[in-house]
């Protein structure tokens, strides 16, 4: 199989109403915001969800969340070490060449292709201890809301009781729930060819990322997130007609204006047409 032959960029218009897209678990879990009010949904935050949508559709996952864990492993080290399926996991252990391992486990993982990975071994792994760096060809910005949001801070009360009999309740029994009223959030991406040559990673693997992006937030519901309260409303996908692209990514995202309703304005770029695709 042909790794990808040309380059893509790519953009996510997100509507988030009555959720918390993103917690901050250093500041009591309230939704990320920048020094502006800014509403924040880190490249993280939205990369594992990229990695859940994919584990769904049945790519094998190297960083998997510990609610999807489908192989038991205990951590990262063990699942690389466990590698089978025809691959050998002496290749991730003292004697592989980086390359060998490398090309394991981006024929192995759809994340690490994608994504890249770092693997740190320790004394008794590969090159003594030396860690063996991916780097993938997906590149994904966090995503930050068009305007300032407005945050509710709700108290809530916990079901559980303190010490004796239960039927009272505990000093911790307290807690506070946040929530984005509303806001619309843009996101921006890029797959870079010259990387996927080094990964494998192919035009197939770029399509079932164009095809999950507009389902990013199924099966995705919490307490913080509930069903219908974050959607994808339009993927906007530019596909070069080259490995270098006609333009640079800068240029490209620029070439985009999102307004504060969701809608959307698009310069004419020469030589590159735009793929709109709504939302699920």
């Known amino acids: 199989m042909t790794t990808l032959q040309n380059k893509i960029d790519f953009a996510l218009v997100l509507r988030v109403h009555n959720a918390n897209p993103n917690g901050d678990p250093l500041n009591g879990n309230r939704p990320r915001t920048d020094y502006s009010g800014l509403g924040e949904i880190t490249d993280v935050c939205i ?3 990229i990695r859940d949508r994919l ?3 049945g790519q094998n996952i190297f960083v998997q969340s ?16 466990s590698a089978t ?11 592989a060449s980086k390359d060998e391992t490398t090309k394991v486990a981006c024929a192995k ?3 690490v292709r994608a994504f890249g990975q770092v693997f740190a071994f320790g004394k008794d792994g590969d090159a003594s201890g030396v860690s063996i760096p991916v780097r993938g060809p997906v590149t994904i910005q966090s995503a930050f809301s068009k305007e300032p949001v407005s945050i509710t801070s709700t108290q809530i009360t916990k079901s559980v009781s303190g010490e004796g009999d239960g039927s009272k309740r505990g000093s911790d029994t307290m807690g506070m729930k946040h929530r984005v009223d ?6 921006y991406g890029s797959i870079n060819p010259q990387l996927a040559e080094r990964t494998g ?5 770029a399509e079932i990322i164009k095809a999950l992006l507009p389902k990013l937030f199924e099966n995705d519901a919490s307490s913080a997130r509930p069903d219908g309260s974050m959607e994808v409303l339009k993927v906007i ?4 007609n080259c490995k270098p692209g006609q333009h640079s990514s800068a240029k490209v995202h620029r070439s985009l204006t999102i307004n504060a309703d969701g809608s959307i304005e698009i310069q004419n770029l020469a030589g590159l047409t735009p793929e709109i695709i709504e939302g699920f």
């Open 85 to 95: 399926n025809g691959i050998g996991k002496d290749r991730f252990k003292k004697g």
């Open 55 to 57: 584990q769904e559709a």
């Open 237 to 240: 996908w530019w596909k070069h």
């Open 201 to 205: 990673f192919s035009d197939d693997d």
């Open 66 to 81: 510990d609610d999807r864990k489908i192989d038991g492993e205990t951590s990262l080290r063990n699942r690389a070490e």
């Open 47 to 49: 990369k594992r969800k």
């Open 109 to 111: 993982w759809f994340d």
């Open 182 to 187: 509303h806001g619309i959030y843009e996101c």
